[in-house]
Every structure is written in C-alpha cells, then in structure tokens.
C-alpha cells in the first residue's frame, strides 16, 4: 500500500509541475529565467483535501486558499518552490493518500517534501474559524505559508 501512495503522490507531483510550469516549448523566453529544480530540494505543497460532494464552506475555503497562495506566492510558485494541488479523498487511492495527512474531510495542508518524501507537514485548522472573515482568513493563510517556506520566524 505504501507503494501505491508514493506512485499516486509522485503522479499529484508531476502532474501539478506540468500545469504550473505551462508547458513552454523549447526556446521559450521564460524557460531559461526558471532555474531548474532538483529533485533534492524542499518543496512545499499546498494540499486542498476535499470529498466530491462539498458545502459552500468548502468551496468557499478552497476558492479563497488558491487565491491567497497564488497571488500572494506567485515568485515561490514560478520558482517551483510551492505548489498547490486540490486534492478530491472519493478519487481512486485517495482514502490512503488522505490517512498519510490523518485527513477524511476538507482540510488545507501544507507538506514540505524532499527527494519525493513529505518531510513535514501541518494541517490549517482555523480556515473553518475565519472563513466568514476574509480579512483574517487571507492573513491566516498567507502567515501560515510565510513560516512553512521558512520566509519568516515562526511566532
């Protein structure tokens, strides 16, 4: 079992960088500005777990956690240094992939991975607290990706 997860993680990973790197052609202006990555360093994954059948709370979670990492993390995303990945648990495999995050329901996860391991990871509780709270919602999320990426003193 454990096989298959690392196979489906290594498929979410491969997957998120095909969509996130655009597929640019050869010779393409910005593909020699991103420098390549190695498979050694940390990357930090922005997990949305979520079922196929959602509330408007979970949609709206999902909506506005994609929109703070990528708009407040778009050089860390260019730089393949983030990643954000919805994830849907009622998917093939994903009861297994959800019990390595001891998640069954919607819940944002940020994993730190290495050499295709998750190393590290922490679940975002209070976005059920602050969803009705944009304001305290986005700085939630935005301190709490800030202090995974190591880009500020944990408080």
């Keep these: 079992m454990a096989e298959k997860i690392k196979i489906l993680f290594l498929a979410i990973c491969l997957m998120s960088a095909v969509i996130i790197s655009g597929c640019k052609k050869q010779g ?16 930090v ?4 777990f979520h079922r196929a059948i959602r509330c408007v709370g979970c949609l709206e979670i999902e909506t506005n956690a994609k929109r703070v990492i990528e708009s407040g993390f778009a050089n860390q995303i260019a730089e393949k240094k983030l990643i954000w990945v919805p994830f849907n648990l ?8 959800g019990k390595e995050f001891d998640v069954s329901a919607s819940t944002l996860v940020l994993a730190k991975t ?9 679940k975002l509780e209070k976005v059920w607290q602050l969803v009705h709270d944009p304001n305290a919602f986005d700085a939630y999320v935005k301190d709490e990706v800030k202090q995974f ?3 500020q003193p944990a408080n």
Excluded at 45 to 48: D, E, L, R, S, V
Excluded at 90 to 97: Q, R, S, V
């Design 28 to 43: 393409d202006s910005n593909a020699a500005s991103s420098p390549a990555r190695d498979s050694n360093d940390t990357v």
């Design 90 to 97: 009622d998917e093939p495999g994903g009861e297994e992939f």
């Design 149 to 151: 990426l190591n880009e």
């Design 45 to 48: 994954i922005a997990y949305y």
């Design 114 to 122: 290495k050499s295709d391991n998750h190393t590290e990871y922490k």
